[in-house]
């Protein structure tokens, strides 16, 4: 009869045990997935109010040197393979993203592939619905892949531009987007989310930034 109590206790402990893994796996899947929506609020620019001066002075001026700079940068990339970018053309993308809007998406690829994980795919549907909503279509974007400190530095690079690569194309097959609107770089292990833990997942990423706002694009064309 002892033995007996014993299993069934046994039994019911490794029954909670599988339970809480069942429901700690299922917890961190839904985590992973982003919605179109949280994308397009990342994405969008930040409306700046506009304001009515009360004098009757000289109306101040923005100096359009900067953007204008920052738009040739834009047509600089677009249209651009990802491995045709030197290292100081990487770079020079990263400033410029900078303080943008961007997102960073956890998307995993099969093991050293740039094949795109069945459990991935709708993080990257959510991406072709949001980029090709009205309140983001027509902007260029970077879609810059990362993968964590493991392996190499020529390895890592590769991967990364592999695997951006891999998006780009899903997003053009499978939403129509311009290839143009969407520039792709990879940055290997260089610019880890988290340094701290160079080995976590949260390294492994795809960071979609809106280099160029619709309007913006649309008013220095004119």
């Given amino acids: 009869m002892a033995n007996f109590s014993a299993t069934k206790t046994l039994t019911a402990i490794v029954s909670v045990a599988a339970l809480g893994a069942a429901v700690s796996f299922a917890g961190s899947a839904v985590a992973q997935n982003v919605t179109e929506d949280q994308i397009i609020r990342a994405l ?3 409306k ?3 304001t009515r001066g009360l004098s009757v002075g000289p109306q101040q001026t923005v100096d359009p040197t900067p953007a204008a700079a920052e738009g040739k940068l834009v047509q600089k990339y677009r249209g651009r393979s990802t491995r ?13 993203v900078k303080d943008k ?3 960073d ?3 995993n690829f099969d093991y050293n592939s ?3 994980s069945a459990k991935s795919l709708p993080s990257v549907q959510a991406l072709g619905r949001a980029l090709t909503n009205n309140d983001l279509k027509g902007s260029t974007f970077v879609v810059a892949g990362h993968t964590d400190a493991a392996g190499g ?7 990364s531009e592999r695997r951006a690569d891999a998006i780009k194309r899903y997003l053009v097959d499978k939403y129509g987007i311009n290839g143009t609107d969407l520039v792709t770089v990879g940055y290997g292990k260089s610019k880890l989310k988290d340094p701290s833990q160079p080995l976590a997942e949260v390294n492994r990423r795809v960071q979609v930034v809106n280099m160029e706002n619709k309007a913006t694009a649309a008013n220095a064309s004119k």
């Fill in 153 to 159: 530095e020529a390895y890592n690079q590769d991967l």
């Fill in 84 to 96: 045709s970018l030197s290292m100081a053309e990487r770079e020079e993308i990263a400033t410029i």
């Fill in 105 to 107: 998406l956890e998307i």
């Fill in 114 to 116: 740039a094949d795109i």
């Fill in 48 to 50: 700046k109010p506009l």
């Fill in 44 to 46: 969008v620019p930040e």
């Fill in 101 to 103: 809007p961007k997102i």
